[in-house]
Structures are given as structure tokens and as C-alpha cells.
């Protein structure tokens, strides 16, 4: 399975119930695993998008088993008019990367050691 990280960015007119079952919908269809959620709550954009100011963040630990199945989820987003915008990313490669830098004692709780 393959670990991705998914942000979106509904618009206020959507209410916050209606906007996480819209990714948990298109998830289901597609059999991808919500690993975790996080909820953001509405935030001030800084500049308008598709004449909105402010905009409801959700970010979403997912997993995936078949690569074809992001491309279909990826066209299911662009279709949603709700969804203001959304960033789609790999997760694992990542992790791993910021597994290496902590044993390596780079890095110690996000901060740069010198």
C-alpha cells in the first residue's frame, strides 16, 4: 500500500459535514483507506479564489493499493465544484526521509540542529 496526503480546500458555502462526506464518498467508490483526518476549520485565504475570502482546510492520510486508482480520484476532485483546491502527495517517500534525518539527529522535532 502506498501512503499519500491529501489537503483540500472547500468553500464556506459548504457546511464542514457535507465537505468531509464528499471525500469520504469518493474514497469509498474508489476503495481508499482513510488512514487519518485533520481538521483544519475555516481559514483567511490570502488572496480570492473563485471570489471566496475565507475557505473550510481538511487534510486526509490516506492509503492506496493500486496507482490507477489516485489518477480516478484525481479526476473525481476536479469535478467537485465545492473544492476549491486540493494538493495530492506521495506520503512515504517522506516519512522515510524524516525517519533517516531523526536517527541521524539532523533534525530534532522539526528544527535544524546545529
Do not use: H
Not at 468553500?11 to 481508499?32: F, G, H, M, Y
Amino acid at each position: 500500500m502506498k501512503k499519500y496526503e491529501l489537503v483540500v480546500m472547500f468553500s464556506t458555502s459548504v457546511n464542514d459535514v457535507v465537505a468531509e462526506k464528499s471525500i469520504t464518498d469518493k474514497c469509498e467508490k474508489l476503495k481508499i483507506d482513510i488512514v487519518g483526518l485533520d481538521k483544519w476549520g475555516v481559514k483567511t485565504l490570502a488572496y480570492p479564489i473563485k471570489k471566496q475570502e475565507k475557505a473550510y482546510y481538511l487534510k486526509y492520510d490516506l492509503e492506496v493499493t493500486e496507482g490507477k486508482k489516485v489518477v480516478e480520484f484525481e479526476k473525481l476532485l476536479k469535478m467537485d465544484e465545492s473544492l476549491l483546491r486540493y494538493l495530492l502527495v506521495s506520503a512515504g517517500k517522506f516519512a522515510k526521509m524524516e525517519k533517516k534525518a531523526v536517527k541521524s539527529k539532523k533534525i530534532i522535532k522539526g528544527k535544524d540542529k546545529k
